[in-house]
């Protein structure tokens, strides 16, 4: 059996059904497209559903792929065991009415046998029970044993869906041995002990399921399989779960060195750090494929993942923010298969950070609630919290239950599990009612589901950022209540105010509710759909009571960069549409106070120069001082306008259209600028892609601008006094350094070539003869691939016939060169194959041509037991 691990075996794979005139396909997204019975891909021939049913044309009869796959249905065992994950690679190879059972059957145990090397008598395989075509393939034609043919019955080797082509399964087992098995003597495949490992599953689909549930022969069958890349790569490494795969226990390393955590020395650690190793593979892929963290459908999918790494390494006592570490240890690692991992890193990273730094304002504040519950719980003499506080904590600031649970369980406490099922069903139902359309349900605040009374708040803030108000209603937790008192937190809703409520992008007001002795924080502003408003407030002192008069005060400094944000959003979505076309629509947008976020459709990368056009129409319109209108008016006196309508279906008889000059016009409910010379001025700081066909643009303005030019400023004078110049010279004295350190190399490969030349001879007076072949092997310090390839070259010249392989090390970095001779690649000899074996050895690997090839190299001290094996690899080539 062969000792490969997760690359090589996918290249192993590629090559074989290549030769088997397979075409090649990349992986498809995670993302399903066209298929709403789906949130993300789970297997290698779901994408292939549409060529199966005949709705598309394949690209090829014979296909075969290495599909990214995500599936969370036992994400509650992930950690727990070895076993489970939630991403995982399909390798699988497909038949569109081409070939059927007997070269499936036929190529899968070549595969297994020769390419994989796996001894005959370690396979098993499992058939539906009548199916006894397959039975004669394997017994008759691959001649597997009678006593190694299992018959399972149709829920374990018959797939099928409701409805469409279906048909009997076959399974390739490979026994690991009697240590991983269950000690009973019938043990076989279908036992539930590990020692027969499922690798393969090759599907006959020969079958039509028609409504009335008959089973119709299909004129063409068809033929998917599926092999667990990870399950494969641990039988062919005699790991004993996948986190010892070695690329995958590549990552499980790099969570000890974040976490500073051994691993194996104490249960509830290792299963943090195995939570940890492989949600980050999901999180990565996920997010690389356009998905963004959300509240529902595969966005709920990815926050619930890099919310429970994110706890695990709480756990695991990690300091803020760490997955984005352990997200590039996984691009790293899988970058040469998937590229794209590589080229979205930075949007990766923030979208990680950013939804971990949430995640942690969470966990502390429900920390510290949980903290007094658990003090409460030890002066009242009590084990065991009620249900109802934890329902709280899960409810109003989004605690984790089980997280809630694993505290108490450490300080030797427990939850009233029932009792918070039942408030979490008594919450569902809540939210059932309100979905079936209370005209004043306020549930889309996400905070409560209290029934509102009385007219909409009128909103003054387009007009001033300080008006009086009248308290209409008071709620704390999820309740109304006649008053707030000092320290208190809760939710007021007046007859009016000028706190914009977060909505279309803009976040909420911030700023201040007072009357005569008394004050508070507002601390973010709602509001829902029928247009009450909500100020979430912290009372600092005094009381406040329903019916009061106050004076609501809005941070207007705050404010005024949020509207330079947002007036700058609408000349920005206007000059996208000049510089690149009309078919760019906004597609979201975020304003905060200092920074705005665009998010727009496009179809293709924007270049440097297009972007710095877009820069400078949008500071053009802001120098040029265009006033700022606004009018309510009718959704049709609006189109005769020409005002940019998004989400056309949300939007009401009386819309608000904001004019900007006759640059733009567009429907907004947002605050702005009065005039555009308010902006100040516009910065583009990042362009990227978030998925496909939807770009995003992040960018300053005003007074952030300000403060990124000092910052440069700082940046320029530290360049100048490390490269010793000023800030006029600044670019001469760098160009001056970049060339000195060129020649300094040029000198520095000149002297290696020279030592090259002097290594030659030594180099050939030391070879060895291998069945009448020159074979000469050298290992040598502090050379570079280029000089160690010209070493090569010098030799090869020299000694007219024979086989060379090389080896340096150079700051840490092992390098591997094969050459032959082109009189022996016709006796079978392959610098490709020999360096590949080489760099095995030292955990690398790569590979090349017949007569040169190069490799990379990891463990340094097993340098000479590489080139040692050259001579028996040679050997082996000529026999």
């Keep these: 059996m062969k000792n490969i691990g997760l690359n090589e075996i996918r290249k192993e794979f590629f090559d074989f059904f290549k030769e088997k005139n397979h075409l090649i396909l990349p992986s498809f997204s995670l993302v399903p497209k066209d298929d709403k019975s789906l949130l993300l891909i789970n297997a290698g021939m779901a994408p292939m559903k549409p060529y199966f049913?005949?709705?598309?044309?394949?690209?090829?009869?014979?296909?075969?792929?290495?599909?990214?796959?995500?599936?969370?249905?036992?994400?509650?065992?992930?950690?727990?065991?070895?076993?489970?994950?939630?991403?995982?690679?399909?390798?699988?190879?497909?038949?569109?009415?081409?070939?059927?059972?007997?070269?499936?059957?036929?190529?899968?145990?070549?595969?297994?046998?020769?390419?994989?090397?796996?001894?005959?008598?370690?396979?098993?395989?499992?058939?539906?029970?009548?199916?006894?075509?397959?039975?004669?393939?394997?017994?008759?034609?691959?001649?597997?044993?009678?006593?190694?043919?299992?018959?399972?019955?149709?829920?374990?080797?018959?797939?099928?869906?409701?409805?469409?082509?279906?048909?009997?399964?076959?399974?390739?087992?490979?026994?690991?041995?009697?240590?991983?098995?269950?000690?009973?003597?019938?043990?076989?495949?279908?036992?539930?002990?590990?020692?027969?490992?499922?690798v393969w599953n090759l599907v006959f689909?020969?079958?039509?399921?028609?409504?009335?549930?008959?089973?119709?022969?299909?004129?063409?069958?068809?033929?998917?399989?599926?092999?667990?890349?990870?399950?494969?790569?641990?039988?062919?490494?005699?790991?004993?779960?996948?986190?010892?795969?070695?690329?995958?226990?590549?990552?499980?390393?790099?969570?000890?060195?974040?976490?500073?955590?051994?691993?194996?020395?104490?249960?509830?650690?290792?299963?943090?750090?195995?939570v940890i190793t492989d949600h980050a593979r999901a999180i990565t892929f996920m997010v690389s494929d356009g998905i963004l963290p959300s509240n529902e459908g595969r966005g709920y999918v990815l926050r619930r993942l890099i919310r429970r790494a994110s706890r695990h390494g709480k756990l695991l006592n990690i300091q803020g923010k760490f997955l984005s570490k352990i997200a590039e240890k996984v691009i790293e690692l899988w970058k040469e298969q998937y590229p794209e991992i590589e080229k979205e890193k930075n949007r990766i990273f923030r979208i990680i950070d950013g939804e971990e730094e949430k995640f942690y304002e969470t966990i502390n504040q429900g920390l510290e609630i949980l903290d007094q519950y658990i003090s409460d719980m030890r002066s009242e003499n009590k084990n065991i919290l009620d249900g109802k506080k934890a329902f709280k904590l899960y409810d109003t600031y989004g605690f984790p239950f089980d997280l809630t649970k694993e505290i108490l369980k450490e300080r030797g406490y427990t939850a009233d599990e029932i009792q918070f099922n039942r408030e979490m069903e008594e919450q569902r139902e809540r939210a059932r009612s309100a979905r079936g359309g209370s005209e004043n349900n306020i549930w889309g605040t996400g905070d409560f589901s209290l029934k509102i009374d009385g007219d909409k708040t009128v909103f003054k803030g387009y007009e001033t950022f300080t008006s009086p108000g009248v308290v209409e209603k008071i709620i704390k937790g999820n309740e109304f209540v006649g008053s707030l008192h000092d320290g208190e937190e809760g939710i007021v809703v007046l007859n009016q105010t000028p706190f914009y409520g977060e909505g279309g992008g803009q976040v909420g007001d911030t700023g201040i509710l007072s009357k005569d002795g008394f004050e508070?924080?507002?601390?973010?502003?709602?509001?829902?759909?029928?247009?009450?408003?909500?100020?979430?407030?912290?009372?600092?002192?005094?009381?406040?009571?329903?019916?009061?008069?106050?004076?609501?005060?809005?941070?207007?400094?705050?404010?005024?960069?949020?509207?330079?944000?947002?007036?700058?959003?609408?000349?920005?979505?206007?000059?996208?549409?000049?510089?690149?076309?009309?078919?760019?629509?906004?597609?979201?947008?975020?304003?905060?106070?200092?920074?705005?976020?665009?998010?727009?459709?496009?179809?293709e990368s924007i270049s440097k120069e297009q972007l710095a056009k877009i820069e400078e129409i949008v500071n053009e319109k802001i120098f040029e001082g265009l006033k700022v209108d606004t009018a309510v008016t009718s959704y049709d006196e609006s189109k005769k306008m020409k005002a940019v309508a998004l989400f056309e279906d949300k939007y009401s008889d009386k819309v608000r259209v904001v004019q900007m000059g006759s640059y733009t016009t567009e429907l907004c409910g947002g605050t702005h600028v009065r005039n555009t010379n308010d902006i100040g001025?516009?910065?583009?700081?990042?362009?990227?892609?978030?998925?496909?066909?939807?770009?995003?643009?992040?960018?300053?303005?005003?007074?952030?601008?300000?403060?990124?030019?000092?910052?440069?400023?700082?940046?320029?004078?530290?360049?100048?006094?490390?490269?010793?110049?000023?800030?006029?010279?600044?670019?001469?004295?760098?160009?001056?350094?970049?060339?000195?350190?060129?020649?300094?190399?040029?000198?520095?490969?000149?002297?290696?070539?020279?030592?090259?030349?002097?290594?030659?001879?030594?180099?050939?007076?030391?070879?060895?003869?291998?069945?009448?072949i020159n074979v000469l092997t050298y290992y040598i310090e502090n050379m570079d691939i280029n000089s160690l390839r010209n070493l090569g070259d010098e030799i090869k010249n020299s000694i007219g016939s024979g086989v060379i392989v090389l080896a340096s090390s150079l700051d840490g970095k092992l390098s591997f060169v094969s050459m032959v001779t082109k009189d022996l690649i016709d006796k079978g000899l392959h610098a490709g194959k020999i360096i590949k074996k080489v760099s095995q050895c030292t955990g690398g690997g790569g590979g090349g041509r017949p007569d040169m090839a190069q490799a990379g190299g990891k463990d340094i001290n097993k340098v000479n037991q590489a080139l040692n094996l050259v001579y028996d690899i040679i050997e082996k080539q000529l026999k």
């Excluded at 399950?231 to 390393?253: D, W, Y």
């Excluded at 110049?725 to 160009?735: A, D, V």
Aim: with cysteine; aromatic share 8%; net charge negative.
């Design 520 to 603: 508070s924080f507002v601390l973010n502003t709602k509001k829902d759909k029928e247009g009450h408003i909500f100020h979430y407030i912290k009372v600092k002192k005094g009381v406040l009571n329903v019916g009061d008069d106050l004076t609501a005060e809005v941070d207007e400094k705050r404010r005024k960069d949020i509207m330079r944000n947002h007036s700058a959003t609408h000349l920005l979505h206007r000059a996208l549409k000049n510089v690149l076309g009309e078919h760019v629509n906004q597609a979201g947008s975020l304003v905060l106070p200092d920074r705005l976020r665009f998010d727009f459709t496009h179809f």
């Design 205 to 274: 689909s020969q079958y039509d399921k028609d409504e009335n549930g008959n089973y119709n022969l299909l004129p063409k069958p068809n033929i998917d399989t599926g092999m667990g890349l990870e399950r494969m790569a641990m039988v062919m490494e005699n790991a004993k779960n996948i986190f010892e795969v070695k690329q995958i226990n590549e990552v499980l390393k790099e969570v000890e060195r974040v976490s500073k955590v051994s691993y194996g020395k104490d249960s509830e650690k290792d299963k943090s750090i195995r």
């Design 681 to 772: 001025i516009f910065k583009i700081l990042n362009e990227t892609s978030i998925a496909s066909g939807i770009r995003r643009i992040e960018a300053i303005t005003g007074r952030s601008v300000y403060q990124y030019l000092k910052e440069l400023d700082e940046e320029i004078d530290n360049i100048a006094n490390i490269v010793k110049g000023n800030r006029n010279n600044i670019t001469e004295r760098i160009k001056g350094i970049v060339e000195e350190n060129r020649q300094k190399d040029k000198e520095v490969e000149k002297l290696m070539g020279k030592m090259a030349l002097s290594l030659k001879d030594d180099i050939i007076k030391n070879s060895h003869e291998i069945k009448g």
């Design 53 to 198: 049913t005949g709705l598309k044309t394949p690209p090829g009869k014979r296909v075969v792929t290495c599909q990214k796959c995500v599936r969370t249905v036992d994400i509650e065992n992930v950690g727990k065991t070895d076993r489970h994950g939630t991403f995982f690679e399909m390798l699988g190879n497909f038949s569109f009415g081409d070939y059927f059972k007997e070269d499936a059957i036929k190529w899968a145990w070549e595969f297994i046998t020769e390419r994989m090397e796996v001894s005959k008598e370690l396979i098993w395989v499992s058939i539906y029970k009548d199916d006894e075509e397959s039975y004669k393939i394997w017994n008759e034609k691959i001649n597997v044993p009678e006593d190694r043919i299992v018959r399972l019955d149709k829920e374990d080797n018959f797939w099928e869906l409701e409805l469409g082509p279906c048909g009997p399964c076959s399974e390739i087992y490979i026994d690991r041995g009697e240590e991983y098995g269950c000690g009973k003597p019938d043990c076989k495949p279908g036992c539930e002990c590990d020692r027969y490992v499922e």
